[in-house]
C-alpha cells in the first residue's frame, strides 16, 4: 500500500483479523450465534499481535460479545421466570417483553458490529 506522498505503507498488524471478526460478528444472527463464537476466538488470538486502531478494535469485539453475553443471560433468566409464571397467567406479559428486549439485544448486537466494521474499513476507532 502506497500513500498520497507515494510512501510504502504499511498497514497495523492484526487489522485482517480484526475485519474478520466483525464479519463474523454481522454473521452471527444467521449462524444461530455459532460464528460469533469463532469471532470471539479470533479476536482473542488477534489481542496480542495487534497493534494500533486493530488493537483498538480488537478490544471493543471482545467487550462487546461479553457485555451482550451477560445482558442476554439475565434476560434468557428471567424468560425463565415469566415461563413459569406464566402458568397463572401473571408472567405472559412479562415473557413478550423480554422476548422482545432479547430481540433488540440482538439488533443492537448486529449494528454495532456493522458500525465497527464500517469504522475500522475507514481508519476510525470502533
Keep these: 500500500m502506497t ?19 466483525w464479519i463474523l460478528y454481522i454473521l452471527s ?3 444461530a450465534n455459532v460464528l460469533v463464537l469463532v469471532g470471539l476466538v ?13 488493537a483498538q478494535h480488537v478490544e471493543a469485539q471482545i467487550s462487546l460479545f ?3 453475553f451477560w445482558v442476554s443471560v439475565v434476560l434468557w433468566g428471567l424468560i425463565a421466570v415469566s415461563a413459569v409464571a ?13 422476548g422482545l428486549l432479547l430481540l ?11 458500525l465497527g466494521l ?4 475507514n481508519d476510525r476507532p470502533a
Design 66 to 68: 461479553w457485555s451482550v
Design 3 to 21: 500513500d498520497q506522498n507515494g510512501t510504502s505503507v504499511q498497514p497495523a498488524a492484526g487489522r485482517d483479523g480484526a475485519v474478520v471478526a
Design 104 to 114: 433488540l439485544v440482538s439488533i443492537w448486537f448486529t449494528v454495532k458490529s456493522v
Design 86 to 98: 406464566s402458568v397463572v397467567l401473571i408472567g405472559i406479559p412479562f415473557l413478550f417483553l423480554f
Design 118 to 121: 464500517l469504522a475500522l474499513l
Design 29 to 31: 444472527i444467521p449462524s
Design 42 to 54: 479470533l479476536a482473542y488470538v488477534n489481542r496480542g499481535s495487534a497493534t494500533g486502531l486493530a
